[in-house]
């Protein structure tokens, strides 16, 4: 979390937890914000990034991490990390088709 606590999870999908203790990053403060500016403008996005000898290194944007199929144990962090994806499930993504049936957005 933002304050650096280990989260009770076990392991995610094949990964096992670490109890290995690990300082946060000095940068950890612009990562956040560099996170945060990066994600803005999606429903749910994994930012990674690096603090490789004092400065921030970008990794990568991840948007279905595993595409989904992995599991939490505990289970009811699947819940909770699901709680994250701000998405309205109720917009019309596609208002017709075209003659072929492929869609034309709105």
Known sequence: DRDWNLLDVRHYGNRPRTDRAMSPPVCLP??????????????????????????????????????????????EWDYKFGQQWKQDWTARRFATTQPDHSPVLN
């Open 30 to 75: 612009d990562m956040i914000e560099l996170a945060e500016m990066l994600g803005k403008d999606f429903p749910y996005v994994r930012v990674d990034l690096y603090e490789i000898n004092g400065k921030v290194k970008f990794g990568e944007l991840t948007f279905y991490t595993t595409s989904g199929f992995d599991r939490f144990d505990p289970s």
